[in-house]
Each structure stands twice: as structure tokens, then as C-alpha cells.
């Protein structure tokens, strides 16, 4: 039986990923500082630890695995990211995290390991058109990320490949393009545009009024978390290092994202545009190079994520008033 360590096992991308090796046979060991929020985990074991902690990733590791998983970072969505307030902790506590999980996998001798980076940390000045943002792979440098998530974020991809390098670690490395689905974060500040506005949607009546931040006309692509399980599995068993986008090229604009979601609540809904943290002008993956590397692509329509994210964000609306 194959073995597999996914850390940061109780958030959103990572507990969908144990589900998903479950169903592959694989035995799991899952860590985080919580249980996932949602649903039980379907890990074989599960530690409730601070990988910030040292000696926390080496007791995790007590044992060589065929695969690890790295997913675990202190991030959130726009709120979160881009008000400046939390960028010390971003950037150490993700640092930390990082720096603990490869050394610890280099003394057991793991043979494969993934680091899931994010498009973050492409330059700010190649997404300032929303009609035509460059995420092409090779853009990333020279470097000039719009945030110091998207530094750390950069430094990690450096660090892991680096280890790659120097110490013959099967290193893969992607850069994930907004996630959404059922059981992500939905409320509380954290969460990303997609669970957000399901959110405010189920919350106000046919007729209403939502708020978004900005414009509403930044651009973005919305990547439902099946897929990018996929993506994940597909690189880490590859003999490709990366880095990679993992994302959808189906981009929309912010104010279109509502109105799609208002489409599949079925309700008319206005849209009031508010100063507010909205990063970059345009994102949206480009797909060139996964396609030529591992002969596959994310090709789901955003509005069936959408449909069933609603969907599961209605009914935690609803069980929120009751």
C-alpha cells in the first residue's frame, strides 16, 4: 500500500486531496493545527500539530512516504491578503511552515514531495489590463508580485527547487489559480470572491442589493477543486518538476461572477461597487505549458462549480439562521 502525508489536511484544496487518495487505496497521515471545519477527515491518521514547530514536522514524518503534500499556508482571500495588516504573519508563518516540512522530509529521505504555490506571485505590472493579464510561466521574473503572499510564495517555489537540486528531491511545484468548491471557507474574512458571493447571495432576498469591492471589473479565473486535485496528482506523478499553472482559462470579471451566481440562485440581484481590497487588475491561467507537459487541462465550465459551490454555501446560509 502507498503511503501519502498531506499537510494541511484540515483546510479546504488539502482535505478534498485525502479524500481523493482514499479512493486510490493509499494510506493517509494528515496535519494541521485543526480538523477540517465541514466534514470528518477520511484520513488514516490525523495530528492536530503546528508545522511551525520543528520537532512537529519531524514527529509527523516518522516514517518515509511516497508522496507529501505541502498545501499548508496562512492565506485567505482579498480581505485578508491585500489590507497589509496580516502580512507579518503571512509571510513568517508560511515561511516557517516551508523551511520545517522540506528539512524534515530530507532527513527521511522522501522521494517525492509537492509544493503548491499560487499566481500570486506573478509580476503585478503584467496584470494590469483586465482584458489581457500575462500568466504565462515564464513571466514570473523579474519578479514584482502585488503582495507579500505572493513573495513568500515565490521564495517557497525558490526554496523547494532549490532542494531539488542540491539534495536530489523529487520536487514538484504548482501555481494554483483561485480554488473554489463545497467546504472552502465561506464567511469570516477569509474567504475567496467565488464562496464570498455565494454567500451574499443566499443572504439577501430576490430583488437585493450585494456589495463587491472595486470596480467590479477585475478579471479573474476560478478553478473548481476537483480539477485541481487532479492537476495536483497528475503533476506530483510526473517527472516534471514544474512550476506550473493549475488553473482555468475561462476568465470572467468580478461583477459577471455575480451576476452568473445570481443566474444559478435564480434572483435578480444589483450590484453596488465599493472601495475595497481587490488586488490585481487581471489574472487568468495560461494553460500552453500544462497541456504540453502532461497532455491535460482543466476543461470543466465554471458555472457547474458554481452550481454546486451555491448550492453548498445556501444550505450553510441556511443552517446559520436556524
Known amino acids: 500500500m502507498k503511503t501519502a502525508l498531506v499537510c494541511g489536511a484540515g483546510g479546504f484544496i ?15 497521515r494528515g496535519v494541521d493545527l485543526k480538523f477540517p ?28 512516504f511516497d508522496e507529501v503534500y505541502q498545501l499548508a499556508a496562512d492565506m485567505g482571500g482579498a480581505g485578508f491578503v491585500f489590507t497589509g495588516e496580516n502580512d ?19 532527513k527521511r529521505n522522501v522521494s517525492r514531495i ?3 504555490s499560487s499566481a500570486c506571485m506573478y509580476p503585478e505590472h503584467n496584470q494590469l489590463d483586465p482584458e489581457n493579464p500575462n500568466c504565462s510561466e515564464d513571466s514570473a521574473y523579474p519578479a514584482n508580485p502585488d503582495s507579500e503572499y505572493g513573495w513568500e510564495k515565490l521564495f517557497s517555489e525558490r526554496l523547494y527547487l532549490a532542494f531539488g537540486r542540491n539534495y ?61 486535485v487532479e492537476g495536483t496528482l497528475r503533476l506530483t506523478r510526473s517527472d516534471w518538476a514544474g512550476p506550473v499553472n493549475i488553473g482555468s482559462d475561462e476568465m470572467v470579471s468580478i461583477n459577471g461572477l455575480a451576476e452568473m451566481i445570481s443566474q444559478v440562485a ?6 453596488r461597487n465599493i472601495p475595497g481590497p481587490e488586488g490585481v487588475r487581471g489574472r487568468n491561467s495560461d494553460n ?18 458554481i452550481s454546486a459551490t451555491y448550492q453548498w454555501v445556501e444550505s450553510q446560509v441556511d443552517s446559520a439562521r436556524s
Request: with cysteine.
Open 14 to 28: 488539502a482535505s478534498h486531496l485525502v479524500r481523493r487518495l482514499k479512493r486510490e487505496g493509499y494510506w493517509v
Open 114 to 116: 509537492f509544493y503548491s
Open 288 to 305: 500552453r505549458l500544462i497541456e504540453g507537459k502532461l497532455g491535460w487541462r482543466p476543461s470543466a465550465p465554471l458555472v457547474d462549480g
Open 168 to 228: 536530489g528531491m523529487d520536487v514538484r511545484v504548482a501555481r494554483y489559480h483561485n480554488i473554489f468548491g463545497p467546504e472552502g471557507t465561506w464567511r469570516g474574512g477569509r474567504e475567496k470572491a467565488p464562496a464570498a458571493l455565494c454567500r451574499k447571495i443566499a443572504e439577501v432576498d430576490n430583488g437585493g442589493e450585494i456589495e463587491i469591492w472595486g470596480d467590479g471589473l477585475q478579471t479573474r479565473s476560478f478553478l473548481y477543486v476537483d480539477e485541481c
Open 37 to 64: 471545519e465541514f466534514s470528518p477527515t477520511v484520513a488514516d491518521d490525523f495530528m492536530v500539530a503546528d508545522l511551525r514547530d520543528p520537532q512537529n514536522c519531524r514527529n509527523a514524518m516518522d516514517r518515509r
Open 266 to 271: 435564480g434572483k435578480k440581484v444589483s450590484i
Open 88 to 106: 507579518a504573519d503571512i509571510m513568517h508563518n508560511s515561511a516557517l511552515v516551508n523551511l520545517n516540512v522540506l528539512e524534515a522530509s530530507y
